[in-house]
């Protein structure tokens, strides 16, 4: 190894200097091939360069494979594109149930036809361009857990209002997303879940004369 | 004239009833509050409180939600001034210098301004809608189905360009709202498309369901689990009145705001946005202190926040004068007549004058009661965002359920919003843009319709759409949309998009 770290003055981000005392070196640089090249690029240009272990953890490309995948297929826009594309064929496919008609008589099938080529047009358009957009790694799920539990609270009220009724379902609903989800404290829970699902309840079905669904036992 | 000012006598009378004033009042206070809420925005708003309008009658109604539209316009920039966080993203630019008054200890005038612009604006685009809307709709009634066609071509295709992000992915999502309002019974031949056997899909996907999924679900799954609401800075609501000096720096930009919103309001896609930027970015330019944006200057408050009442307001000359909505909270405006058994289109405002002028009176009395609600009150709402997230998101999920169910007493709806709140969730996570879904959804059946009978008049030719002088001028418009979306690939520089994607992003 005849190279020198050096700190940067911008923080964290090192940057891989030549000794001065070895003109001619070889760098020899250790990890994969992607790493290699850039920090090959960084020594000629003299630019900033994570080194690998903060790469890795911010979700780099762990190897040669991927990185290839990853540089090509694996953008935001690509996947984008190629999921339109695959939605245009399918709606495609899907019409052809539908009379077309004819140009002067056009069907019911006729107008879906037109956009599904649209869609699957489009599709292809961005991803034949989406080469250069963010990779697919950069999209952040933290919240992924959070939004599963209301996910999860949203379909219950799809199936539960009219077997349950409004106010149980919202009792169910509510309960757990200020008790389970949140973490309120218990009579704060209880407050805010009788309170909400009959005030609305109250509020919509008696005041507003909005017709919300009973359960059993008319509640 | 003579006969303008009689209907307008006319909307007074049934704006100034006491039923119609509640309900404007109503209306101003939800919307303010809506604007205030950073995690509520007004379509959700709007789409959520729908049902409740069912029971009232049709002006009633319209007064509540045009109420809620411009109260939220209203009301969005209060959370940028105090905390520098937009409640929606047409308050995003008054955050630069409206915070940066606030941390001069200059909250109170900065409030003021904005409140007082915003009335200013409000009312003298009601005006321009006055005086603009009856004249296009005589226009449009020559209309036929061709030139309807290529109307509402040109306005997609000026939605996706003027909507932030990728042109192509706009696009992209302006068919598939096409494609979702395919679902259900065909009007023309009865046939059932793309409902799996669902009966209740026969009615097709509801516009209520679909904007509430995209916009309120899926702003819950985005936002959920993140830290509570900083703490909402203390402004000296005492010093509420500005100094002569701020009087005299904002009249020019708000009579400017006002004109600018209103032109840029008329045009579909994110117009109130934009024409925020533009406001700010006038008012820069020709400033002898250009050095003070940024650092405090009342002119980059008064005139944005003039700009997007105004331009909430031009949104409904298309909407009301053609039938044509250009953005998803017309779109949902334009529901409501519908679901009350009003056709829009060119003929609305001659059938239906009560509704139209107690519209258009109502608005002159709401934009009065917004100024009242927004000075005095401002202590009040500022409440609102002391409530914390986790308290809130719940409280959100259950009107949205509530709202979408009482549309058709239907849980296939409430099903329809929850997939639509994945597909929202995701779409974002992709960089979508989901208000032309909204779009696409409602303007699906007028423009399949209309492109059905141009085939039919002209025996299949599709030559018809350029035989046609006014269907060309829009076409030829469209076509040069397109150009100016391909601009970039050649001439890379960033623009008023870039920073509208910025502005859609944050809001």
Redesign the interface.
């Given at each position: 190894m005849t190279c020198a770290w050096r700190e940067s003055e911008t923080g964290w981000p090192l940057v891989f200097l030549p000794d001065p005392r070895f003109v001619n070196f070889t760098p020899a640089i250790e990890g994969p091939s992607w790493f290699k090249r850039e920090r090959m690029n960084a020594l000629t240009s003299g630019r900033d360069v994570a080194p690998l272990g903060i790469r890795q953890a911010r979700g780099a490309p762990q190897d040669r494979k991927l990185s290839l995948i990853e540089r090509s297929c694996m953008t935001?826009?690509r996947?984008?594109g190629a999921f339109?594309f695959l939605?245009g064929l399918f709606?495609a496919w899907?019409d052809r149930v539908?009379?077309l008609g004819?140009?002067?008589?056009?069907?019911?099938?006729?107008?879906?036809l037109l956009?599904?080529v649209?869609?699957g047009i489009?599709?292809l358009?961005?991803f034949v361009?989406g080469r250069s957009s963010?990779p697919l790694r950069s999209?952040r799920?933290?919240?992924a857990?959070?939004?599963a539990a209301?996910?999860a609270?949203?379909?219950l009220?799809?199936?539960g209002?009219?077997r349950l009724g409004?106010r149980i379902t919202?009792i169910l609903?509510?309960g757990f997303?200020?008790g389970v989800v949140?973490r309120?404290k218990l009579w704060q829970v209880f407050v805010?879940t009788i309170g909400?699902?009959l005030g609305?309840f109250w509020v919509?079905d008696s005041l507003?004369?909005?017709?919300?669904?009973r359960g059993g036992f008319g509640f | 004239m003579g006969e303008t000012f009689h209907h307008l006598l006319l909307g007074f009378s049934t704006a100034l009833t006491a039923t119609n004033l509640f309900y404007g009042f109503l209306g101003c206070f939800i919307g303010t509050i809506v604007g205030v809420l950073p995690g509520v925005g007004p379509l959700a708003g709007i789409s959520m409180l729908l049902p409740t309008t069912f029971g009232l009658d049709t002006t009633s109604a319209i007064i509540l939600l045009a109420g809620i539209y411009y109260g939220a316009m209203y009301g969005g920039s209060t959370t940028s001034i105090l905390m520098k966080i937009p409640g929606e993203a047409a308050s995003v630019v008054t955050c630069i210098d409206g915070y940066a008054m606030a941390q001069k200890g200059r909250a109170g005038p900065a409030l003021a301004i904005a409140a007082i612009g915003s009335y200013i604006a409000g009312t003298l685009s009601v005006v321009g809608l006055m005086f603009l809307a009856p004249p296009l709709a005589r226009f449009a009634l020559r209309f036929g189905p061709p030139e309807y066609v290529s109307l509402l071509v040109l306005g997609l295709i000026v939605l996706g360009y003027m909507t932030g992000g990728s042109v192509i992915k706009n696009l992209a999502m302006i068919i598939l709202g096409l494609l979702f309002g395919m679902i259900g019974i065909d009007q023309m031949t009865g046939y059932f498309r793309f409902s799996y056997g669902i009966v209740a899909l026969g009615d097709g996907i509801g516009i209520v369901p679909v904007a509430v999924g995209l916009f309120g679900i899926a702003e819950i799954l985005a936002t959920a689990g993140q830290s509570d609401r900083p703490v909402v800075m203390k402004p000296r609501f005492r010093d509420l009145i500005p100094s002569r000096r701020e009087f005299k720096e904002s009249w020019w930009p708000i009579g400017r705001g006002t004109v600018l919103g209103f032109l840029i309001g008329i045009i579909p896609g994110s117009a109130h946005i934009i024409s925020t930027f533009v406001s700010y970015a006038v008012e820069r330019r020709i400033s002898k202190h250009p050095e003070k944006f940024g650092k405090g200057a009342v002119e980059g408050v008064a005139g944005p926040e003039s700009a997007n009442n105004a331009a909430s307001c031009g949104a409904l000359v298309p909407m009301l004068a053609l039938g044509v909505p250009t953005g998803g909270i017309p779109a949902v405006l334009l529901a409501s007549l519908m679901v009350h058994g009003i056709n829009p289109g060119p003929l609305f405002i001659k059938e239906q004058p009560i509704v139209f002028w107690g519209l258009v009176a109502s608005m002159y009395v709401g934009n009065g009661i917004l100024l009242l609600l927004n000075l005095p009150l401002v202590g009040l709402f500022v409440n609102f965002l002391r409530i914390p997230y986790r308290i809130l998101y719940p409280t959100i999920l259950m009107f949205c359920v509530v709202g979408v169910y009482a549309v058709n007493s239907s849980f296939v709806d409430v099903g329809i919003m929850s997939v639509m709140g994945v597909l929202g969730y995701v779409l974002r996570k992709f960089e979508f843009e989901t208000a032309p879904v909204v779009l696409g959804v409602v303007l699906a059946p007028i423009i399949e319709v209309s492109f059905r009978q141009s085939l039919a008049m002209s025996a299949g030719r599709y030559s018809i759409f350029v035989q046609r002088p006014v269907s060309v001028i829009f076409l030829a418009s469209a076509v040069a949309m397109i150009l100016l979306a391909l601009k970039p690939l050649i001439w890379k520089k960033g623009g008023f998009r870039d920073q509208l994607t910025e502005a859609e992003k944050s809001g």
């Open positions: 935001i826009d996947i984008s339109l939605l709606v899907e539908l009379p004819t140009h002067s008589r056009p069907g019911p099938g006729y107008f879906p956009l599904s649209l869609l489009l599709g358009l961005l361009r963010a999209i799920w933290e919240e857990g959070h939004a209301i996910l609270c949203s379909f009220a799809t199936f209002i009219e409004y919202m609903v509510l997303l200020f949140e309120l805010l909400l699902s609305s919509f507003l004369r909005v017709i919300l669904p | -």
